[in-house]
């Protein structure tokens, strides 16, 4: 484990820095669902990464990233997705900044659906329909887009972390799916 | 004036049977916002057609219509933006059937801010993102795609009938614009 | 069965009239669901009522009903509580017009996740907290509050119809529960 | 001006710490819209904040503040709303997650509808009714509740700073009103 693996933006400080503000402040994140739709709208597939997870778990996850200081959320948003589905995703980024719902990592298990040994987040979740190709990114192992039939009945939903299956059944629902 | 400019979907019935329904329910409406959008997803323009109302003045109005019995939301959409839009719109129907406002339409003006004298309506409002090429088609005289700054300084807002003003407000709205 | 099972505004009508009009149009619906909250606002309990189906069979239901003609969404959702849980409910009216999500009921099964043998309905669905007292009314053999992990380990849900576990569960998911 | 008035968290730091973290981080926040609310859930008046500003001007305002570490969101609004209406307000924390919509504050002005000299801030904003008594507490000079006509006409919305009043037209018009 590296802490590319953990964090892609802990670059931007040295490692200690980082884990003393995640002590001090909630951190602004965005959750985003890609998905393939089909001409009426209605999602047809979801894409899921195939990634090795903070404690060397292989899982599956959605696009998920911080927002940095200075960057708006449509810009956190379409870096996130290039970040793990590459450049030429072309992304549909939404018309709206109101997200579907709102998901709070908690280091403690217990305290909401949602945890995140590392961190209070607090995550503005979208979904994002994706028109172009997409690839997996660096410390991605796989990319993978299942139809929703195939989603809900694979098990691979058991496979996330953290509440992100959670999530994905609540894009599912407000999409109108289940 | 004659039916169609009133009612496109009054074909459907005799006039003197989709008078009588009038008064015995509400009818279901969808009303679309035609916008372009700029790749971080931010609304750049607004698409306003040029019609004669039903007591023959010339205003401006968003694509509205009538959902169809049997008929999805999600068709009801589609066939209303190519109606008014023409077949190669290239519509974005929205990945969820939450809308971001309900209108309700009355025949009396002040029970809502809404007015519709043929109808009580109840009408759900969506932003629908429009990539292709656009036409007046039909009863329309003119379709404009105007910059949202232009379209707030224009005084076309003051051209709407009806309410559609305010649907467009609460889409620039709810898109972050005002 | 009688008509009051079935449609308890039937009696606005001659049933000869309603169904008539069931054919013509799609009809606007409002779909609630009751529910208790705490302090916090996070919901405690969900109310299912248990009536005898349009098929006489006997289910679990959401308050459900019928927007009259020139009646607000604001009144149609009171008369519907008030006529199913009783006039000391003290509902709290949703301070917005958007539903948390849009229920489409076709008579053919198979065409959405939503189905109503006797009509194509839109359902405009509103989680609505309600303070009072309440008590099942006229067609309905009872009203039970359950807790959320009651609710979801009971079985209850499976004993709806036409989709109305689905209608909990998107409440559930919209409320941050599931 | 002292670190109260443009600040009721500081104090959580040393003031060196807290505008040491504003540089690297977005603020997570939640701007609260109180009002008043009619039985059947329309907004009949909005309560508004007379304050000191950050700049010693004196300015109108929303209910606005931090997410603290390991605070709830509901916990959040909750302190929040107590902070500044008081221990008697009764608010009624929303049932849902979803904000009606996302402010992005920026230090420089232009870079979004929202500006704060202090910080990058991005605020879940939420229309809470309060049912119960209210004062203005510490910093607040006055607590208003205007009917919306009033609110409208009255040019309190022009004494607003850094885009609340944005926030109260957005509420407004999420509430159906404008």
Not at 43 to 53: C, N, Y
Not at 84 to 90: I, R
Not at 137 to 158: F, H, I, R, Y
Request: aromatic share 6%; hydrophobic share 40%.
């Amino acid at each position: 484990m590296n802490n590319t693996a953990v964090d892609t933006e802990g670059a931007w400080f040295e490692p200690s820095r980082i884990s003393e503000l995640r002590r001090r402040l909630p951190i602004p994140y965005v959750d985003i669902v890609p998905v393939r739709t089909d001409t009426d709208g209605t999602i047809s597939q979801v894409g899921l990464l195939l990634r090795a997870s903070g404690t060397g778990r292989i899982v599956r996850a959605i696009v998920s990233g911080r927002v940095l200081v200075h960057e708006t959320l449509r810009e956190a948003i379409a870096r996130n997705v290039e970040k793990d589905l590459g450049p030429m995703a072309l992304p549909r980024i939404p018309v709206a900044p109101q997200p579907f719902t709102v998901a709070e990592y908690f280091p403690t298990p217990g305290q909401s659906l949602f945890t995140d040994p590392r961190q209070h987040a607090i995550s503005l979740a979208y979904i994002v329909p994706v028109d172009g190709e997409t690839a997996p990114q660096e410390d991605a192992l796989d990319l993978a887009w299942c139809s929703v039939p195939e989603l809900l009945a694979s098990g691979m939903l058991e496979e996330m972390e953290g509440g992100h299956d959670i999530i994905v059944r609540r894009a599912l629902a407000h999409g109108g799916l289940i």
